[in-house]
């Protein structure tokens, strides 16, 4: 039985919330443990206030090798009896050989994730879903737990903003007359230019859903553009929070969302962790990857076009091939995503 545990996760933002039950399950299995996460710091901040973790140690993105030294003397003198790497990155894995005396000490115990790397490169390769089953990430990073435990766990994800968090939100929403369940969150942007459904489209949806009197709140982080042209576009029912809140509070925010359309990011499961459905728009990547949404009211809409091209990248990196650029995404019309989206409540 494990009386320190540590949990590495560095990033990024939208896979560091889809580890949450982890933490959760962790500590419905080992109740006297003491459980530190290790993560980066910036997009790490999301999961503080989680109740399941007794500590949360933050380290620099970009951190020069003294550093990275120095972390592993202090992990080291903590002398955890296990450690969960749900990363499986090149730090990760240097990191626990350092603890391990790479792999000449039996303490601490060492469970990984198993990342499908591979498979989701062949599958990138061949196009054959047949590469890689679907299942989510968040189940993928339950599995050594399951392992142990040998049974299924609950995969529901959750966060915690804090008091502060809840306030400010309030507060924005009490300015700006926007009652819970009462609006809808619209992500347009993305971490990479080849996720994001068209600009023009995202306009013809505001459009008809100011329309149907819907209010609509953008979310999104600082420097996106997508958010800002929109919000000039209609300077009258739209409202952009895009890097006013941080993801904590935009979390908060979008718990009081009927639903959150948006592009394969972050958004999505920030608001899946507050209970709120979701409309994904799934473009060069597909749900086999692991980021399909969860709930029974969420969806995920994709082109209805049989593409060779798709998928052409794990995470929206790299250039569209396709002879009619980013078709995948183009080819979902603004109709489909507004047959998903329920009527204004009286």
């Not at 560091?16 to 003491?34: D, G, I, M, S």
């Not at 391990?100 to 990984?112: E, H, I, N, Y």
């Not at 995969?155 to 915690?160: A, H, R, S, V, Y």
């Not at 899946?272 to 809409?301: C, D, I, K, R, W």
Request: glycine content about 4%.
């Amino acid at each position: 039985m494990p009386r320190r545990i540590l949990v590495i996760r560095f990033s990024s933002l939208g896979d560091l919330v889809l580890t949450t039950p982890l933490y959760r399950e962790l500590r419905q299995a080992f109740p006297n443990a003491k459980i530190t996460l290790l993560t980066s710091e910036g997009c790490g901040e999301v999961l503080a206030n989680n109740p399941h973790l007794d500590h949360i140690l933050f380290h620099p993105r970009h951190e020069r090798f003294s550093e990275l030294q120095a972390l592993a003397a202090q992990l080291n003198a903590a002398a955890f009896d296990l450690v969960y790497d749900a990363h499986r990155s090149l730090r990760s894995r240097w990191l626990v050989a350092r603890l391990t005396a790479f792999g000449l000490k039996s303490r601490p115990a060492v469970w990984v994730i198993n990342k499908r790397g591979w498979q989701r490169l062949a599958l990138i390769k061949f196009r054959s879903k047949q590469m890689l089953p679907v299942r989510s990430q968040r189940e993928q990073w339950l599995l050594p737990l399951e392992h142990q435990l040998g049974r299924s766990l609950p995969k529901q994800t959750e966060l915690f903003p804090d008091r502060k968090s809840i306030v400010r939100v309030r507060t924005f929403m009490s300015a700006h007359q926007l009652d819970s369940k009462r609006f809808l969150a619209i992500g347009p942007s993305a971490s990479q230019p080849l996720k994001c459904w068209p600009l023009e489209h995202y306009r013809t949806l505001l459009a008809e859903l100011l329309k149907r009197g819907w209010p609509v709140v953008l979310v999104g982080g600082p420097d996106e553009p997508e958010p800002e042209l929109l919000a000039e576009a209609f300077p009258e029912g739209v409202i952009n929070t895009a890097g006013v809140f941080s993801p904590l509070e935009s979390a908060e925010l979008l718990r009081y969302a009927v639903r959150a359309i948006c592009n394969d990011t972050s958004i999505a499961h920030l608001a899946e962790a507050m209970n709120t459905p979701t409309l994904v728009l799934f473009g060069p990547t597909v749900q086999e990857f692991g980021y399909a949404p969860l709930l029974a009211e969420s969806q995920l809409l994709e082109t209805e076009l049989d593409l060779p091209c798709r998928p052409c990248s794990k995470d929206g990196r790299g250039l569209c091939r396709n002879a009619t650029t980013l078709q995948c995404l183009t080819s979902i019309a603004p109709e489909q995503v507004l047959r998903h989206v329920p009527d204004f409540p009286d």
